[in-house]
T-cell receptor, first 115, second 112 residues
C-alpha cells in the first residue's frame, strides 16, 4: 500500500528563518495532498490541500510545493515565528492502493521556533 | 462551534474492562474515522465508516469494534481493554470523495 515518509522528525529554527518539511510518497496515482498542524495538546488543524503540481502561497507564511514527478510534497515556512511551533503532518489520499476517502499520514515533524 | 466533538476527553480504564469512546459531528459528512496517535507512529487508522450502519476495518482494527448508528455518531468500542491500548484517540469526519478530514479534540485513554 501507500507509504509516506516525512522528514525531518524534529526541526529547530530561529525566529525569522525558513523551515522546510518534506514528504515523499510511493503511489503515483495519489491525488489529494494535505498538511495538518497540531499544537501541543490539541487536535489536528487542516492547513491546506493541494491536488495539482503547483506552488501555492496561502498568505499565512506558508508555501506548499507538490512535485508529482518526484512524488514529493513540501511545506515551507518562509519566516517562522514562535506561534508556528507545533507538529506538522502531511497526508496523502486517492492512490490506487487506497481510496479518496482514506488518508495515509506521514510520521510527523516537531517544529520548534526559537525567539 | 465545534463540528466534531468527542467524549469523554479523558478516560482511565482497568485492564479487561469495556470502554466506549463517542464521536459526534455536525458537518453532515458521510465518512467518519477513528485514529490513534502514539509517539513514533503518527496517526493510525483503526476503523472508518461510509455512512450510517456501515463500518470498515482500518489498518489496526484488532481489539477494537466500531458502531455507526446514525450520520452524526460514530463510536469506538474496546471490549476488553489492554494497557497497549493506552493512547490518544481522534475521531474525524470527511465528505465523500474529497479526502479532507476534520478532526475532533481527541480522547486521552489510559488503561491500567
Amino acid at each position: 500500500g501507500e507509504q509516506v515518509e516525512q522528514r525531518p522528525p524534529h526541526l529547530s529554527v530561529r525566529e525569522g528563518d525558513s523551515a522546510v518539511i518534506t514528504c515523499t510518497y510511493t503511489d503515483p496515482n495519489s491525488y489529494y495532498f494535505f498538511w495538518y498542524k497540531q499544537e501541543p495538546g490539541a487536535s489536528l488543524q487542516l492547513l491546506m490541500k493541494v491536488f495539482s503540481s503547483t506552488e501555492i502561497n496561502e498568505g499565512q507564511g506558508f508555501t506548499v510545493l507538490l512535485n508529482k514527478k518526484d512524488k514529493r510534497l513540501s511545506l515551507n515556512l518562509t519566516a517562522a515565528h514562535p506561534g508556528d511551533s507545533a507538529a506538522y503532518f502531511c497526508a496523502v489520499s486517492g492512490g490506487a492502493s487506497s481510496s479518496f476517502s482514506k488518508l495515509v499520514f506521514g510520521q510527523g515533524t516537531s517544529l520548534s521556533v526559537v525567539p | 462551534e465545534a463540528a466534531v466533538t468527542q467524549s469523554p476527553r479523558n478516560k482511565v480504564a482497568v485492564t479487561g474492562g469495556k470502554v466506549t469512546l463517542s464521536c459526534n459531528q455536525t458537518n453532515n459528512h458521510n465518512n467518519m474515522y477513528w485514529y490513534r496517535q502514539d509517539t513514533g507512529h503518527g496517526l493510525r487508522l483503526i476503523h472508518y465508516s461510509y455512512g450510517a450502519g456501515s463500518t470498515e476495518k482500518g489498518d489496526i482494527p484488532d481489539g477494537y469494534k466500531a458502531s455507526r448508528p446514525s450520520q452524526e455518531n460514530f463510536s469506538l468500542i474496546l471490549e476488553l481493554a489492554t494497557p497497549s491500548q493506552t493512547s490518544v484517540y481522534f475521531c474525524a469526519s470527511g465528505a465523500a470523495g474529497t479526502g479532507e478530514q476534520y478532526f475532533g479534540p481527541g480522547t486521552r485513554l489510559t488503561v491500567l
